[in-house]
């Protein structure tokens, strides 16, 4: 079993609409990043969370360490939102250098 | 200010062949780090890098060597290229001190080996 598991693995939307992507995790952690890779692209810090809730522009990211979840919120969402979300989590301990581990990433699809 | 540069873009190898993956940044990073992404898998840590001189092995080092002569440069070398090294290649730089710094991500160079 993968220490960071994200769900959906694939999310189709229509424009517009309010998305949710999850991911836990089974290990105690430090921080929680939300991550977005573009397709043929390169890869972009959204978030990084240690607890409570973050907001910037249309995406809203709420982390709950008690329950190892983390949730990504999109809301109205638009066909340029389409990419791959990849959670990734640096476990509690150990040195400040920030080795992630990584989620297999959530491909979202929002048709217009 | 270019942030993380990776080059090649696009390479491909005969199995045996060696190259050199190259990354740079210019934010006077001292963290920097080489991951490999494929399908269905989330991005794995080949090496790392606490600093100029320092290197670590991550999670799936074997078949590539890395070096840290510079803060800005940190190369990554397959010595004898296999097709399982096809792969799309992240290298990311961070600043040294909080574990929760952002990590920047170069653009990636996508490897096939034949």
């Known amino acids: 079993k993968n220490e960071v598991e994200q769900s959906p693995q694939n999310l189709t939307a229509q424009e517009g609409e309010f998305i949710t992507i999850n991911c836990s995790y089974s290990v105690g952690i430090s921080a929680l990043h939300w991550l977005q890779q573009h397709p043929g692209g390169g890869i972009v810090s959204l978030f990084m969370?240690?607890?409570g809730k973050k907001k910037h522009g249309r995406l809203i990211a709420t982390i709950n360490i008690q329950e190892k979840h983390s949730s990504l919120h999109i809301t109205a969402s638009h066909p340029r939102d389409s990419a791959v979300y990849i959670c990734?989590?640096?476990?509690?301990?150990?040195?400040?250098?920030?080795?992630?581990?990584f989620g297999q990433g959530t491909i979202l699809t929002v048709h217009p | 200010n270019a942030g993380v540069t990776q080059t090649p873009k696009f390479q491909v190898l005969k199995t045996g062949q060696s190259m050199t993956l190259q990354c740079a940044q210019d934010m006077n990073h001292e963290y920097m780090s080489w991951y490999r992404q494929d399908p269905g898998m989330g991005l794995r840590l080949i090496h790392y890098s606490v600093g100029a001189g320092i290197t670590d092995q991550g999670e799936v080092p074997n078949g590539y060597n890395v070096s840290r002569s510079t803060t800005e440069d940190f190369p990554l070398r397959l010595l004898s290229a296999a097709p399982s090294q096809t792969s799309v290649y992240f290298c990311?730089?961070?600043?040294?001190?909080?574990?929760?710094?952002?990590?920047?991500f170069g653009p990636g160079t996508r490897l096939t080996v034949l």
């Open positions: 969370l240690s607890s």
């Open positions: 990734a989590v640096k476990v509690a301990g150990g040195t400040s250098y920030g080795k992630l581990t």
């Open positions: 990311a730089s961070q600043a040294e001190g909080a574990s929760y710094n952002e990590q920047f």
